[in-house]
Structures are given as C-alpha cells and as structure tokens.
C-alpha cells in the first residue's frame, strides 16, 4: 500500500471494479434532488430553452460540434437520472432519443453525426462527438441491458480504427486539410472553437481542439465490457500521438510537459480535467511504468491547483493561477475532474481521493446551481461576492464571465448546463464498487443509496440508510439471498475525528482511510457507523482559514440585491435568469476570525427546518461563532453550508488582535 504517493504499484492496479450503472440506486435525498432535476429542473426540460438538442444532429449528419457535445452529455447523464428511479415519462424521452440515434446508424455500422464527406479530416472535434456519443450509449446499454445499444459502439469503434490510424493519424494535420472547412450550424454552438494554450498575447492558432483525446473513455468502456485488448492499444495509440503532436491541445497531458514538476497547469480547465483519467487508465490497462508516473504526476498537479470548496481553477483556463477562494471555475471542469477523481479511486484505491471527490461534489458542485435545479452558474468560485453574467475576475480572455444564474446561458455556454446533468449521476455511479478479484464489495463514496449485484454467485442488497453529509451517522442493511461469506469494506472520510463502529459478530480489520467487516452475511445483519465531525479549520493558500464540519465547507452568506435579466425562458415560468449584487453599500466580502482556538469558537447548531428531502435549500446544521468586521467589531454569524448559500464568503482573513465578543 503506498502511503505518500496517491497511486499505487502495479500489482494492485486496480484495486477496485466499477459495478455495472443498473446495480446502483440512490436513495434519500440524492434520489430525491435527481427527480426532482429530471421533472422539474433544467436538466428535463434542456430542449424548451435550446430547441436544436435533440437527436437531429445524428439523424441529419448536421457535423456540428456543439450539438453532439451538448446532446451527448446530457443525454449520458437524463439516461443515468431517468433511470435512478424517474418516471416512466422520463424514460420513454430516453428510450425515443436513443432510438433515434440508432435508427440513423449506417450499414458501415457508423453512429455519429458527421456527414460521409467531412469524416476524418480532423474536422468539428469529431472523435470528440463520436466519444460523446458512444458513453450515452454504453450508459444506456449499461442501465436498460438493451445490447443493440453496446453493438453499435462496438461497429462504430471498428469504422472509426479503421479510418484513424497511423496512416490517417487524428491527432495531425495532413495536407490538404485546409480545404475541409466545417461550416457552423445556425443555432448551434461551438462549432469554430479555438484552443486556449494559456498565453493572451499570442494569436490563436487553430490547433485540432484536444476534446477528442477523450475518445479514450469509450475505449476503457469498451475494454471493461468485452476485455478486447484492442482498446486499450487504440487508447495508447491516440494517447502516445496526443502526446508529440504539435497540432493539438492544450498541452498539459502530453507526457512531456506532465512529467515536468515545474511546468504548472495552463491549458482549458475542463480539457485538463477529463484528460488526466486518459493516463490512469493506461497505467492499469497496460501495467506500464511511465503512465503510473504520469497518474501520480496528474494527481499532484490537479492538488496544486485545488481551491477550498475543491474544484480545479478553471475560468476558464488554468493558467497556472493560484487557488485562492475567490478563483473562478467552470461547471464543466468539475463535473469532469469528478470523474476522473473516480476513475483514479477504482484504479488506486487511495481514500485520500474519496475524500477530494466528496468535498467537491457536496461544495463546489451544489454551490454552483440552485437548489430547485433551475439554473446554475456557468463559473464559480468558493467566495462569490456578486454574480453577474459580464464581469472579469479571472484570466482576461473570459470576457464572458456567465458568473450569473441561468439554465442554458448564451449560446456558446450550455456546455455547463448539459455537464451539470451529469454531476450527480456519475457520484452514484461511483459511490460503491467490487474490490477487483471479486471477493467483495465496497461502500467507496458515502451517502444514501442501494446496491444490488451478485457475490459469490449469491444475490445481494445492501441499503445504505443515511441523510449524509447531512447526518453523522450510516446504517448499511443486508438482504442475501443466502448466507454469503465476504468483505464488506466502508471508506472512512479523512474529517472524522472518531468512528464508532456496530457490526455484530463481524470480524473487523481497518487500513488507512478504511474499515473491513468480514462474515457470513444474511438478511437482517446491519453494519452501522457514527463519524464524530469536529467544526476544523482550513488554510487556504493565501493564508486565509475556512470553516468545514465533516464533508461540508460552511460559508457567510452575504447580502444581495437580486438583478432579473429574464422573466421565463423557453416558456417555462420557473426557468428565470438573474443576477446578484452586492447590497449597495456593503463592502464585498467584510469578514475575519479570529483563530483562538482549534474551531474559532464555532458550534454546529440544528436548523429547526431542516429538510431531509430537500437538504440543500434547508440544512440540518448550521455553524454559530464569532466573526469580525474590518473595524474590530464582533458579532455571531451563522454559516451555512457552501452548496445552501448564493453570495457568500467562504474564507476568511485571520485577526490576532481582538478577542471573543
Ligand atoms: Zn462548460
């Protein structure tokens, strides 16, 4: 086990195997804020406010960038949440769009939306498209068991091999690219993107958009289902010429520049985030040394560019910015470097990034939409001292902030709206796994849920009963089919200050990060834990401290004066779009501590309206101390949790000077 490093040697990789996505469930409030985003939320009702994300894009070969990518991610994650326990009108949307895009599928066995003429000419990010594409589908197969679904991967995975090759290779300009142009879709966005390399003074050079590197998640989907060894060598193939193009980008995945400590994180911070997994995979795929030294180079970058509620500096680019609380960062990084944290979770097994994976998804991911699943906020950031849709905080090409509250934002910006789709159904899908020889099963990331799947060819239901992260406490019952002998395993959260455990005559072994229970399990055993969460403070990088109790990042709310910029959009009443501003008067983010002792004198109290089905507009607990204004005056504030508040201060400068009011 390594206890520094966050990636382990090979002959532990992996430590985990991903559980297929229909053996999973939620439950509680997570199944409950996944319904009501389907019902009522942006995330069912995307096509009133942007028309043109439908299966149109496959079924016309329309070639556009934005609509595949768009409609692809969120068709992965409506699939995944229509699924989780939505309605069957939910589902019969999903089976009709899947329907559709397989319907168009052409006797070459192709499924994708670029014309016959415009393919692999490096055109429209088109492996991109067709990796979009292909992880709805392999999400459909994996919920439905419709194999229709898996085989038309699978024949578009050969054309595509086929067609990009060392002859043809995708990642590389040939001559006579130039005659190809890709005409943009009225109404369509993205299709003429450029690549950030970071640098604002040097003109855009249109380089092959590095998007299509992440044709790998369909190869390492692929490799899973069917253990072809042809996969993952196609995935090293596009990674290995990723790697020495000079035509794409951005570039901190190339092996060069990842494998150089002192070059920082520049490049499109959701480009950053998804490629990382690219390296995590190989290293488990191919056992080979140099991608576990790029994994662990990946994991210690992304570490160095973490701001406190735990997303990855991203606004949109990395540019090496310091993490500081106010930094921005796009709904699209986060949702992607989710996946990738878990990716690296079931590969290395460290529980150091169960933690990280937690922290960003109950902060940074639930601080940056609304409760109601109405709108989110295209950028972020832990302090959010106003909200508008046009203003520059971050690196100067971000001319549009879309830092206000929306539920598709302008053309060119729903790219968030679709990834926020998927943020919540990819948690669960994570949050438990078998351990990789099959022997047992694991509860890797926490909160209410239901897994259902075989061990040792004996069916197993285990419900884990828990409001967490709004509950300290979590019950996990089983239901066997017969008595099975194996390990359950349970990860233990990194901000626990104590752990009782109740698990009767089970035999109990505990590693970093974890607890092993061991027995004959059968129908009534229960296993039951209780975390003691101390109120802890955090230093942020520019030496302010925030506040956390357990998973939770607590926050200041601060005062705001609500700016309409539109009433309804796509004729739903609820779908508004609004700024916030600062109450007039108020300086922008007026709190200190003062530090004194291990908590500053801060205590979790109930909130008497605490909702359980709706934690995050009504939290169990809110955190009471001292805080102080500028001038030295003391008062007792009320933090909330990050992901309950809208303009916030989440850090706060430390005082030596004053002392308890
Ligand atoms: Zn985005």
């Not at 070969?61 to 229509?82: F, H, I, P, Q, V």
């Not at 993107?193 to 003074?201: H, K, N, S, T």
């Not at 995935?235 to 980008?249: K, M, T, V, W």
């Given at each position: 086990?390594?206890?520094?490093a966050?990636?382990?040697?090979?002959?532990?990789?992996?430590?985990?195997?991903?559980?297929?996505?229909?053996?999973?469930?939620?439950?509680?409030?997570?199944?409950?804020?996944?319904?009501n985003?389907?019902?009522?939320?942006?995330?069912?009702?995307?096509?009133?406010?942007?028309?043109?994300?439908?299966?149109?894009?496959?079924?016309?070969?329309?070639?556009?960038?934005?609509?595949?990518?768009?409609?692809?991610?969120?068709?992965?994650?409506?699939?995944?949440?229509?699924?989780?326990?939505?309605?069957?009108?939910e589902?019969?949307?999903?089976?009709r769009?899947?329907?559709?895009?397989?319907?168009?599928?052409?006797?070459?066995?192709?499924?994708?939306?670029?014309?016959?003429?415009?393919?692999?000419?490096?055109?429209?990010?088109?492996?991109?498209?067709?990796?979009?594409?292909?992880?709805?589908?392999?999400?459909?197969?994996?919920?439905?068991?419709?194999?229709?679904?898996?085989?038309?991967?699978?024949?578009?995975?050969?054309?595509?091999?086929?067609?990009?090759?060392?002859?043809?290779?995708?990642?590389?300009?040939?001559?006579?690219?130039?005659?190809?142009?890709?005409?943009?879709?009225?109404?369509?966005?993205?299709?003429?993107?450029?690549?950030?390399?970071?640098?604002?003074?040097?003109?855009?050079?249109?380089?092959?958009?590095?998007?299509?590197?992440?044709?790998?998640?369909?190869?390492?989907?692929?490799?899973?289902l069917?253990?072809?060894?042809?996969?993952?060598?196609?995935?090293?193939?596009?990674?290995?010429?990723?790697?020495?193009?000079?035509?794409?980008?951005?570039?901190?995945?190339?092996?060069?520049?990842l494998?150089?400590?002192?070059?920082?994180?520049?490049?499109?911070?959701?480009?950053?985030?998804?490629?990382f997994?690219?390296?995590?995979?190989?290293?488990?795929?191919?056992?080979?040394?140099?991608?576990?030294?790029?994994?662990?180079?990946?994991?210690?970058?992304?570490?160095?560019?973490?701001?406190?509620?735990?997303?990855?500096?991203?606004?949109?680019?990395?540019?090496?910015?310091?993490?500081?609380?106010?930094?921005?960062y796009?709904?699209?990084?986060?949702?992607?470097?989710?996946?990738?944290?878990?990716?690296?979770?079931?590969?290395?097994?460290?529980?150091?990034?169960?933690?990280?994976?937690?922290?960003?998804?109950?902060?940074?991911?639930?601080?940056?939409?609304t409760?109601?699943?109405?709108?989110?906020?295209?950028?972020?950031?832990?302090?959010?001292?106003?909200?508008?849709?046009?203003?520059?905080?971050?690196?100067?090409?971000?001319?549009?902030?879309?830092?206000?509250?929306?539920?598709?934002?302008?053309?060119?910006?729903?790219?968030?709206?679709?990834?926020?789709?998927?943020?919540?159904?990819?948690?669960?899908?994570?949050?438990?796994?078998?351990?990789?020889?099959?022997?047992?099963?694991?509860?890797?990331?926490l909160?209410?849920?239901?897994?259902?799947?075989?061990?040792?060819?004996?069916?197993?239901?285990?419900?884990?009963?828990?409001?967490?992260?709004?509950?300290?406490?979590?019950?996990?019952?089983?239901?066997?089919?017969?008595?099975?002998?194996?390990?359950?395993?349970?990860?233990?959260?990194?901000?626990?200050?104590?752990?009782?455990?109740?698990?009767?005559?089970?035999?109990v072994?505990?590693?970093?990060?974890?607890?092993i229970?061991?027995?004959?399990?059968?129908?009534?055993?229960?296993?039951?834990?209780?975390?003691?969460?101390?109120?802890?403070?955090?230093?942020?990088?520019?030496?302010?401290?925030?506040?956390?109790?357990?998973?939770?990042?607590?926050?200041?709310?601060?005062?705001?004066?609500?700016?309409?910029?539109?009433?309804?959009?796509?004729?739903?009443?609820?779908?508004?779009?609004?700024?916030?501003?600062?109450?007039?008067?108020?300086?922008?983010?007026?709190?200190?501590?003062a530090?004194?002792?291990?908590d500053?004198?801060?205590?979790?109290?109930?909130?008497?309206?605490?909702?359980?089905?709706?934690p995050?507009?009504?939290?169990?607990?809110?955190?009471?101390?001292?805080?102080?204004?500028?001038?030295?005056?003391?008062?007792?504030?009320?933090?909330?949790?990050?992901?309950?508040?809208?303009?916030?201060?989440?850090a706060?400068?430390?005082?030596?000077?004053?002392?308890?009011?």
């Amino acid at each position: 086990m390594c206890a520094a490093a966050m990636v382990c040697g090979a002959p532990e990789c992996p430590v985990y195997e991903p559980l297929l996505l229909r053996e999973i469930q939620p439950r509680g409030w997570m199944a409950g804020q996944l319904r009501n985003d389907a019902l009522r939320g942006v995330a069912g009702n995307l096509q009133k406010v942007r028309p043109q994300y439908t299966p149109a894009t496959w079924v016309h070969k329309t070639g556009s960038a934005g609509a595949a990518e768009l409609t692809g991610n969120w068709l992965d994650g409506y699939t995944r949440m229509a699924y989780y326990g939505g309605y069957a009108s939910e589902r019969s949307k999903v089976n009709r769009y899947v329907r559709e895009i397989l319907d168009a599928q052409e006797p070459s066995g192709y499924v994708g939306n670029m014309p016959a003429d415009l393919r692999w000419k490096r055109l429209n990010r088109d492996l991109f498209n067709e990796s979009r594409t292909g992880v709805a589908l392999l999400a459909y197969y994996e919920m439905t068991g419709e194999q229709e679904a898996l085989d038309a991967v699978i024949a578009t995975a050969d054309v595509i091999m086929a067609n990009y090759n060392e002859d043809n290779p995708p990642f590389i300009y040939q001559p006579g690219d130039e005659n190809y142009r890709a005409e943009p879709v009225e109404g369509e966005e993205g299709a003429d993107d450029f690549v950030d390399d970071g640098d604002p003074a040097k003109p855009k050079p249109r380089k092959i958009n590095g998007h299509v590197l992440m044709y790998v998640d369909v190869c390492e989907w692929l490799y899973r289902l069917t253990g072809e060894k042809k996969y993952v060598e196609y995935a090293e193939f596009l990674y290995r010429q990723y790697s020495e193009s000079n035509d794409i980008g951005p570039d901190d995945i190339k092996l060069d520049v990842l494998l150089d400590p002192e070059i920082p994180l520049e490049g499109h911070g959701a480009h950053v985030a998804e490629h990382f997994r690219v390296p995590f995979f190989l290293a488990c795929a191919t056992g080979k040394d140099i991608y576990y030294k790029a994994s662990q180079a990946a994991l210690e970058k992304f570490s160095r560019f973490r701001t406190p509620s735990g997303a990855l500096v991203s606004d949109e680019g990395v540019h090496g910015q310091m993490p500081l609380p106010e930094q921005g960062y796009e709904y699209c990084a986060t949702t992607e470097m989710t996946a990738s944290l878990a990716s690296a979770l079931q590969k290395f097994g460290n529980p150091e990034v169960g933690d990280w994976i937690e922290w960003l998804v109950f902060n940074a991911a639930q601080g940056a939409r609304t409760p109601d699943g109405t709108m989110i906020n295209y950028l972020s950031a832990a302090t959010v001292t106003r909200a508008k849709e046009r203003m520059n905080l971050g690196y100067p090409h971000n001319s549009n902030g879309r830092w206000h509250y929306s539920p598709a934002h302008q053309v060119g910006g729903s790219c968030c709206t679709a990834n926020a789709v998927k943020l919540m159904p990819y948690y669960v899908g994570s949050m438990w796994m078998r351990s990789a020889d099959g022997a047992g099963l694991a509860a890797l990331l926490l909160g209410p849920s239901e897994v259902r799947t075989r061990v040792g060819g004996v069916l197993v239901t285990i419900r884990e009963e828990t409001g967490y992260p709004f509950e300290d406490r979590v019950r996990f019952h089983f239901e066997t089919a017969a008595p099975v002998e194996f390990p359950f395993e349970v990860r233990i959260p990194g901000w626990a200050g104590s752990v009782e455990t109740y698990a009767p005559r089970a035999a109990v072994t505990e590693g970093k990060g974890r607890k092993i229970f061991r027995k004959k399990w059968r129908t009534g055993d229960t296993v039951e834990l209780k975390f003691g969460h101390p109120v802890r403070l955090r230093e942020c990088v520019n030496g302010e401290v925030a506040i956390a109790r357990g998973p939770l990042l607590y926050a200041q709310p601060l005062p705001a004066e609500k700016k309409v910029l539109k009433k309804s959009r796509g004729g739903v009443p609820e779908f508004t779009e609004w700024e916030l501003l600062p109450e007039s008067g108020e300086p922008a983010a007026p709190w200190s501590i003062a530090p004194i002792n291990p908590d500053a004198g801060f205590k979790a109290v109930e909130n008497p309206a605490y909702d359980p089905e709706r934690p995050w507009a009504h939290p169990r607990w809110f955190l009471e101390g001292p805080l102080y204004l500028r001038r030295g005056k003391g008062a007792v504030s009320r933090l909330k949790p990050l992901g309950s508040t809208f303009l916030r201060q989440a850090a706060f400068p430390v005082r030596r000077d004053v002392s308890p009011p």
